[in-house]
């Protein structure tokens, strides 16, 4: 459902508090006094069995359904058999959203089904369900204190969700205590309705919310998630703090919440690929909400070090350097300014030693030269209890040096501190700094910590943006050549594929395999051993295939063809019937390769039971599992992504020639893992694939060996949305030839800026409503790295050939969270007005809108753009005055959804 209704749980203009005789008296008094206390601008109602008037309710009475009005927002607690009838009373009514704080006490096998009552009552009103089991919604800008929480968080830029009621009531109460504020906080608990996606995706367009803290036990629908951390994450900083990282942590939470989790190193690889940052302990999310509550994100990462003694600096430059930060390089004229306020003529060196009597008015005086110096992004100022001086008076010194007012950002040097000591003193100095706006922490990892939070923000925000090189070669998988294979094997129920039907289906997305050949008797495998005519590998085909291949059931290097035949005889006694390693059933011969000069690779396509299909690649060989070096990653990919997989492993320090022995071709690997994860999206009946190995050299790629398993039925889809390769297509136009329509790559940002750059001026006017002469790079990538689940951008191009490509026209459509309606733009060079280009693309605009269940197109045009008002009017859109800007033009047109 997404962000429908969300208001009716964060914007309420009423609430009411409904308990019955079930609910715990402490439980429904302490929602009660948090719902007053909170200052509500809206009415609050209350019902329930207790009797008389509650101070700030309007008069109490006895059932939900006797309520004097509708609520928007229902806060519900009581017997949990009750919950759907009451949930489905007040939907019928017209309540838009409801928070169930009562925990269940149901088993964990009866939570998936009564939490599946709960979202069956409340959808068909499209009611918003919070929990059960949550801690409650505070949005203090509108007073709404909806929780259980025992003291009432103040107002502030960062918003939180969490799953976990503990944890969340952890974060506010740590928040309350460092004067640190959110503009709101939602702990879901057992989310039956309401998701992470659905609230990422509100906050994303939340102005008040200038960042988020998230933790996360189960990520819901992981596409939905995905795409709303990926929208959310190019904006504002995402900090995830998960539990469940070990497998016997998963394990307790299947019985907790009765959901199945997936792998931490698959939401590792997922969060980076959305561009959010991962924490892994309560401190470190105290640490990072720290930084982005007092600081908010940060222009660079040099960072100079003031502190009164050189072993305080130099731990604060140790730090710096462990999580991979950078100092400062100050000019001799900013160190001049500070060495002249030191006594002695003591000339400075970095980090900076102001000296153990280090007053207020030093520290003031060397954050001012730092101030006027554009090589320091930050500065951290650290101050160790030595006792000759006031540490309350260095604090007021520095907050009034800093220059600037709490909650201003955008500031350079950032400054934030580290005030050790845990005395009366240090405290009062902490929070001094605190109410300037100045982070402070408690020791120099800590405050280091807080600020290479931000500065990974940063890179990871411009990762996100980053275009990726052109691949190497045109793909043109044959998936329906490949999802045939696969159900002829599912059909004879074979879901273990043999080593030629595994080497059919990479040769169908262009994976280079050593040609092999099957066998059914040690005979025949001998008279293949003779036509092949040097040396083999013999691999036993047995019945089941299992991944990883049992001892005994590989031998390589047999010269001869007698040799062969003694080796499968072997095999044949090893895999009798009936034994216990399987049974053999055949034979697989291939030529041997030279290993001199390749490194050993595995490459491979798993199920996540959250994320659907991963990809795996690392150091390979007969030692894969001893070597311990691979690294996952979610599908699709492209070649800068395949890059960044391939980079992290130790492996790829070899591959790209350290050590001894050359390099390897790591286009050519980033190639085959492109074309992985094209199966790995496109096969959606394949299990389990393991290539092991593949050998990489100077010369390019081959797999050597592959296993697979296949399901009769469809796995989990993937959690992003693969390029639609099935909305390629070739046409043709009068007077202008042969063209290929299809949807945009990120690869296509050079030719999509040569396309706006071969515009007259007018044209890119009309197009983007200002007079830009170049398509900047954010913007360009921002407008080919598209969401397919939610945009989509067709171009049309003349020519074929990777890299010469010219795109003659442009059409999008960007729809909102709930997929109902979709704006859309659209640009052709004004050469070819009038010669088809626009219909063409339009009309395959509004036949992907109707397959995709869009119900109403709508765009903003120029007056005066009479060519592109023309054609909307041409194919049914009605064309209104915009109430808001008589120079616009609101185009729309209404699609019936399709049966």
Known sequence: MSIRNLDGLLAPRSVALIFDETAPERLWRRAADNLRKGGFRGKLMLAGPAGGDVEGFLPTVARGRNLPETPDLAVLAGDPARMAKRLDRLGAAGTRGAVILSATTLEPKDKPAYLSSLGAAARPYMLRLAGPAALGIVVPAIGLNASLLEHAPRPGRMALIAQSATLGACIAEWATSRGVGFSQMIVLGDASDVDMGDLLDRLALDPMAQ?????????????????????????????????????????????????????????????????????????????????????????????????????????????????????????????????????????????????????????????????????????????????????????????????????????????????????????????????????????????????????????????????????PETLLPDIKGARALLSRLAAEERLAPDPQEVAELLKAFGIPVVEGFTASTVKDARALAETIGRPVALKAILRGAPLRRPPGSTVLGLPTAEAVQAAAERMAALFAPGGSEGEITGYFLQPMIDHEEVRELICGISQDPEFGPVLLFGHGGSAVEAIDDSAVALPPLNMKLAAELIDRTRVSRLLHGAGHGPGADVDAIALLLVKLSYMAAGLPQLTELEINPVLAGPHGVVVLGASAHISPTPHKRPALRPYPSDMIEQVSLPEIGALMLRPIRPEDEPALQDFVARQPPEAVRLRFFSPITRLPHQMAARLTQIDYDREMALILVRGTEVGEEQIIGVVRLHADPDGENGEYAIMISPELYGRGVGGLLMGRMIDYARRRGITRIYGEVLAENEPMLALARRLGFSITVDPDDAALRLSQLVLEKQS
Not at 242 to 255: E, F, K, N, P, V
Not at 265 to 282: F, H, I
Not at 307 to 327: C, I, P, R, S, V
Not at 412 to 428: D, H, I, N, Q, R
């Open 211 to 471: 960042s988020i803290l998230m933790h996360v036990e189960t990520a819901g629908d992981a596409r939905k998630f995905m795409s709303a951390a990926r929208a959310a994450a190019r904006t504002k900083p995402i900090i995830v703090l998960r539990t469940g990282r070990h497998r016997q942590t998963r394990a307790a939470l299947l019985s907790h919440t009765g959901q199945l989790t997936g792998s931490d190193a698959v939401y590792e690889a997922a969060l980076a690929r959305a561009g959010a940052l991962r924490v892994s302990t309560l401190e470190e999310m105290f640490d990072a909400a720290q930084s982005l509550a007092y600081a908010g994100p940060v222009s660079g990462e040099r960072v100079a070090i003031l502190a009164n003694g050189a072993g305080a600096a130099l731990l604060a430059a140790d730090d710096l350097y462990d999580l991979g930060g950078h100092m400062a390089t100050l000019k001799p004229e900013t160190l001049d300014k500070i060495a002249a306020c030191l006594p002695g003529g003591h000339r400075p060196s970095e980090p900076i030693d102001l000296m153990a009597d280090a007053e207020g008015p030093r520290y003031a005086a060397a954050l001012e030269a730092l101030r006027e110096d554009d090589g320091a992004d930050a500065a951290l100022i650290v101050h160790a209890p030595i006792g000759l001086t006031d540490p309350i008076a260095a604090a007021e010194a520095v907050a009034a040096a800093a220059g600037h007012e709490p909650g201003q950002r955008g500031r350079k040097p950032m400054v934030f501190a580290s005030w050790l000591g845990g005395g009366p003193e240090a405290e009062t100095a902490r929070e001094r700094l605190h109410k300037r706006g100045i982070p402070c922490f408690f020791t120099p990892a800590r405050a280091v910590r807080g600020f290479m939070h931000l500065v990974q923000w940063n890179h990871s925000r411009t990762q996100l943006m980053e275009t990726p090189p052109l691949m």
